[in-house]
């Protein structure tokens, strides 16, 4: 019950320098981080929202060096437009990207699209700037990156095979990737899971506790986006 979880975790903050949400499904999350956000004068983050998008950020950030491409000339195919799709997609427009499709399991989202929900009908303005529709293996004909955030499946190894040159797959639904390294190890450059028995693992704990140390040590009661970013930076710099 969201007015439940924020009643609780007001009433414990004071007691601590921060709170690190989890587990807390979409979209009962955006509306928690948003109210703790507002009401409480200490950092709040959701760990599967926000972590999972500064790593993802940072792997991207190193993995467009390999290829030699830049962020703003990409286009990015998201699988999954739950707390971590929309909060990934939110870090990557803020970096300078400018073409992110968000696919769910209907499909592309576009603006116009009957039956979306508030949180994708804000999505859909600021995405898919070419109105692409389809399945998620349609949109990512020419796609530069496929980012998963979803479920195994969600894709297809053909579909990897008709994306751009040099592709970028971070497959990072667990334990079971979008889809398996194994079948696209010659389509794609570059290829990620969050698993740890794969190469190039992307997992939350590269972010995690160091950003609530550097909040803390720095006294920041809210983290930005500006900071996230930065957050992903100082990552890919390692």
Same mark, same amino acid.
């Given at each position: ?33 948003? +109210? ?33 491409? +830049? ?17 990934t997609t939110d870090v990557l427009l803020h970096a300078g990207a400018r073409n992110v499709i968000g696919c769910d399991r209907h499909g592309a989202v576009? +603006?116009? $699209? ?47 095979? $008709? /994306? ?7 497959? /990072? ?6 889809? /398996? ?13 969050? +698993? ?5 693992q992307i997992n939350n704990v590269l972010a995690f506790p160091g950003l609530f140390r550097g909040v803390l040590d720095a006294r920041i009661v809210k ?16």
């Amino acid at each position: 019950d969201v007015d439940q979880i924020v009643a609780t975790v007001k009433a414990i903050a004071p007691g601590f320098g921060g709170i690190n949400l989890e587990d807390i499904s979409a979209p009962r999350c955006f509306e928690v981080e948003r +109210r703790l956000r507002e009401e409480l004068d200490i950092p709040v983050f959701h760990d599967d929202q926000h972590g999972t998008a500064i790593v993802t950020l940072a792997a991207l950030v190193n993995a467009l060096k390999v290829v030699g491409k +830049r962020i703003e000339d990409v286009k990015i195919v998201i699988t999954g437009v739950g707390a971590a799709g929309v909060a990934t997609t939110d870090v990557l427009l803020h970096a300078g990207a400018r073409n992110v499709i968000g696919c769910d399991r209907h499909g592309a989202v576009y +603006r116009g $699209r009957p039956e979306l929900d508030a949180v994708k009908l804000a999505y859909a303005e600021r995405t898919n700037p070419a109105g692409e529709q389809g399945t998620a293996d349609d949109v990512l004909a020419g796609a530069d990156v496929f980012i998963g955030l979803s479920a195994p499946g969600a894709v297809s190894a053909a579909a990897v095979g $008709r /994306m751009a040159q040099d592709a970028i797959v971070f497959a /990072m639904a667990n334990p079971t990737p979008e889809v /398996m390294p194994e079948e696209i190890q010659d389509l794609a450059a570059v290829i990620a899971t969050g +698993r740890s028995d794969y190469p190039n693992q992307i997992n939350n704990v590269l972010a995690f506790p160091g950003l609530f140390r550097g909040v803390l040590d720095a006294r920041i009661v809210k983290i930005t986006t500006d900071i996230k970013v930065a957050a992903a930076e100082a990552i890919a710099n390692y």
